[in-house]
């Protein structure tokens, strides 16, 4: 129903903003890490919008600077559980990179320090999202993998996935071994990331 919004930012607040649009205002819900961007008050904006519609609630507008902070707040809701109040506030507690990093990474301990998020919930929020969040600033997630050049880390991961290995499952292992060693060539990591897929594998 709604894209996004443009106009007047006319209030603004860590948890909602209203547009004026020649002379109607929009009250929007937003997270903080769209808070912590936003301008000044009586200045132009762009925002984007999810628009969500219960019986309990009425029409609610939620909204965000970015395309990967909307993307990712409509996987979050997708997650059994979880709606949109609880949606933003995991958006308010980590960033989107953090988020991201969180899930690939499997790190139950970064998501669970969210309010309303208990290690359960976290473990949760991790399979569902793990293989949604991979779309979501790939180039950003390869440079995580330490001082190995981002196109060696997507040949070595294409390799793996040819030979039928998952891109989550790959990511989270080269995440682990680059904790414990510098890889200097492809072939270095594909040999040492199979064996430890094997090793997960057989435990």
Do not use: W
Not at 80 to 94: D, E, R, T, V, Y
Not at 130 to 159: M, N, Y
């Amino acid at each position: 129903m709604f894209s996004y919004l443009k106009g007047i930012l006319s209030k603004k607040d860590p948890i909602t903003i209203v547009i004026d649009c020649n002379g109607v205002g929009y009250e929007v819900n937003i997270p903080l890490s769209t808070f912590d961007k936003l301008p000044d008050v009586g200045n132009e904006i762009k925002i984007l919008i999810h628009y969500s519609f219960n019986e309990v609630d009425g029409a609610r507008l939620f909204g965000f600077l970015t395309p990967d902070e909307k993307e990712l707040f409509r996987h979050l809701i997708s997650i059994s559980k979880i709606g949109p109040k609880l949606g933003l506030s995991i958006l308010s507690g980590l960033s989107v990179e953090d988020l991201i990093r969180a899930v690939q990474r499997g790190d139950t301990g970064l998501i669970s320090t969210i309010p309303g998020i208990g290690k359960k919930s976290a473990e949760r929020l991790i399979i569902e999202l793990k293989d949604r969040v991979i779309s979501i600033r790939p180039e950003q997630i390869l440079k995580d993998f330490g001082k190995v050049e981002p196109d060696i880390i997507r040949e070595a991961e294409t390799a793996l996935m040819n030979l039928g290995y998952r891109q989550f499952e790959i990511r989270k292992t080269f995440s682990d071994l680059l904790k414990e060693k510098e890889f200097k060539s492809l072939e270095e990591i594909i040999k040492a990331t199979i064996k430890a897929l094997y090793k997960k594998r057989n435990i």
